[in-house]
């Protein structure tokens, strides 16, 4: 290997979610790792995001006397998933290998001093009415972490969304805490912390850079070499098989060799327009939440290498509504909690309502834009009266003398009725009325017949657990009456390389590429064109590095 710069056992190209629970399999093996990750800051979107990770039959759920099984996990995954010649990533076999492994990866990171637990105790899988569905919750989180631990890595540590010593699951309370004691006595004990943390100068992080920093915490305590400022621009192949890559140094080629491979964990295009335009036209780079670097630099290097790119068309969707300052927001304003409460719901240009506005955001985005191939849908509005207005958020704001900007700006409409909004919106007002009317028919029924929404329990987590009858389900009839636009933004990209149940890319001819292994949105999902509840993304990230070190080490079931 005299032909290397340098040479370690493994080496991982981005530091995504698989990367470092790759590395700390590696290093248990004995063996030399070296994450190059391209962006200035170590996590990737990961540390950027809710860092839930969807892991049936985890070992928090038998302790808190709700036990899942592989059995359960597997019936559901098989209902949810479609398999198919547009759908390689995801097979009975892999689906197997995900639900058998997940929990095994969750239990050798807590081994490793991760700190995990479980994400929620009512958070449901997003089809959970299908057999093997959970209408408890399947997810596991990090808990809170004090970023100063990471001494001088801090500054290098990606920033995430919500920097204070409290759980998701508490935040994603808080519009509530008017409604109940509970609630507020949570955020009392928060903001207690809070203080507590000040004046102990802890620089507490939680979600997704909770679990991000605690990873690299243990992969440097490991012994894991890991470099930013570090892309990498090629692999080597020789003999047939991946040796190692390329990246520059000093504005010159240096040559890594990898004995044992290399994992991309590389993350997805959702920052890449071009490619958005090839592979998912219709949707746009300024919606996504990822991080700058989500550029796919490494799809042609891994099809350079015999890799097949497949389910290139699908996106983790996030709808996200365009308010004043939408370009600069680091999290877009969400639009999942607008439509999916009461008193609101989502019609298309021509005024007309065309979808269960509840349920998963993967599919909200998939319809929205399956939706606008035969009638314009993008933007949708979303419509909604006083009475949502003096209830809920818009996009994560209040409603009240802070957002009076928002009409000014022309993205607030108004107006006393609804033939009047019609016409603020451009749409037609006998269509938008009949809507509304069937609407308020669906309500008063508390059935929605059209859509099915309201049914579910995760329909009724995202709705209003503190309102009577279906939480899901409210009426139109209060003026003013408002309408937003609502885009089919993301969270991700979701398709990539075809890989194996040991997380091998493989070829054209489905044989897999020697020292050659993918993971995460580098890879095409092993649920396919399905995201089948919260962390979905994130929790195979983690588990198919893990799988992929163990087999590349060669350590079997002993990890
Ligand atoms: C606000 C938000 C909330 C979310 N919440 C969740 C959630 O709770 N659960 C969930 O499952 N999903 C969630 N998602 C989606 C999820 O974060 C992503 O799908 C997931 O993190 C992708 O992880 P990954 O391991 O594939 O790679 P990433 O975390 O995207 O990391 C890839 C890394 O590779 C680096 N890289 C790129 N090119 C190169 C190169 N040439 N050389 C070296 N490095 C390179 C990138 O800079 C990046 O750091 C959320 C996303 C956002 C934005």
Redesign the pocket.
């Known amino acids: 290997m005299s032909d290397f710069d340098e040479t370690f056992d493994w080496v991982v ?7 470092m629970s790759s590395a700390l399999v590696m290093r248990r093996a004995g063996k030399s790792v070296l994450v ?4 200035a ?14 892991i049936p039959g985890n070992r928090f759920m038998a302790a808190e006397g709700d036990p899942d099984s592989a059995e359960a996990a597997i019936t559901y995954l098989e209902a949810v998933c479609a398999d198919g010649p547009e759908f390689p990533g995801t097979s009975h076999d892999r689906r197997l290998a995900y639900v058998a492994e997940a929990p095994k990866m969750v239990d050798f990171l807590m081994g490793e001093g991760i700190a995990l637990e479980r994400g929620s105790r009512f958070w449901p899988d997003y089809y959970d009415e299908l057999p093997g569905g959970c209408k408890t919750s399947r997810t596991v ?1 990090a808990k809170p972490f004090d970023k100063k631990q990471l001494g001088a890595w801090e500054a290098r540590l ?1 920033p995430g ?1 919500l920097s204070v010593p409290a759980r ?1 699951d508490d935040g994603m309370k808080l519009p509530f805490a008017h409604k109940s004691w509970k609630i507020r006595w949570i955020f009392a004990k928060i903001a207690v912390a809070v203080v507590l943390g000040k004046l102990t100068g802890k620089h507490w992080v939680t ?2 850079a909770a679990l ?1 920093g605690r990873m690299l915490q243990a992969a440097l305590k490991a012994g894991v070499d890991v470099r930013t400022g ?4 090629d692999l080597i192949v020789a003999n047939g098989a991946v040796a190692g890559v390329v ?1 520059e140094k000093d504005g010159k080629p240096w040559r890594i060799g990898a004995r044992l491979g290399v994992l991309v ?4 295009f959702a920052q890449n327009q071009a490619m958005r335009d090839r592979y998912m036209p219709g949707t746009q780079a300024a919606w ?4 700058p ?6 799809f042609p ?1 891994l099809e350079r290498a015999g890799g097949v790119l497949a389910q290139m068309d699908q996106m ?1 969707g ?1 709808q996200t509504t365009r308010m004043p300052g939408f370009d600069q927001a680091f ?1 877009k304003p969400p639009g999942q909690g607008l439509t999916g409460k009461p008193h609101a719901i989502l019609v298309d240009q021509s005024g007309v309502r065309y979808m269960n506005e509840g349920g998963s955001y993967e599919l909200y985005c998939q319809t929205m834009l399956e939706r606008n191939k035969t009638v314009a849908a993008v933007p949708s509005w979303a419509i909604f009266d006083a009475q949502f207005a003096g209830e809920y958020a818009v996009g994560g704001v209040k409603m009240g003398k802070k957002t009076q900007g928002w009409a000014d700006a022309g993205y607030l409409k108004q107006a006393d009725t609804l033939t009047g909004l019609a016409g603020e919106i451009g749409v037609d007002p006998a269509a938008l009325e009949a809507t509304v009317a069937r609407w308020n028919a669906i309500v008063d029924k508390g059935v929605d017949e059209d859509f099915g929404r309201g049914a579910r329990a995760y329909d009724q987590w995202l709705g209003d657990p503190y309102k009577a009858g279906n939480p899901a389900l409210g009426r139109i009839d209060k003026a003013p009456y408002y309408a937003v636009e609502i885009v089919p933004g993301d ?4 398709g990539g390389v075809v890989t194996d149940v040991h997380a091998r890319v493989l070829d054209k001819q489905g044989a897999p590429i020697g020292g050659l292994y993918a ?5 095409a999902s092993v649920f396919g064109g399905v995201y089948p509840g ?9 588990t198919f ?1 893990y799988v992929a070190a163990k087999h590349a080490a060669g350590v079997g079931n002993s990890l």
């Open positions: 190209v981005g530091s995504g979610a698989g990367s190059l990750e391209k962006a800051t170590v996590g990737g979107t990961t540390a950027k995001s809710g860092g839930v990770m969807w989180v990606q969304f998701l979600a997704g991000q570090a892309g990498v621009q990246i964990n590389a993350g997805g996504s939440n990822t991080i670097s989500d550029t796919g630099d490494l290097v983790v996030y999290v969270v991700s990209t979701y993971c995460g949105v580098a890879s919260a962390g979905a993304s994130v929790g195979p990230s983690m590095g």
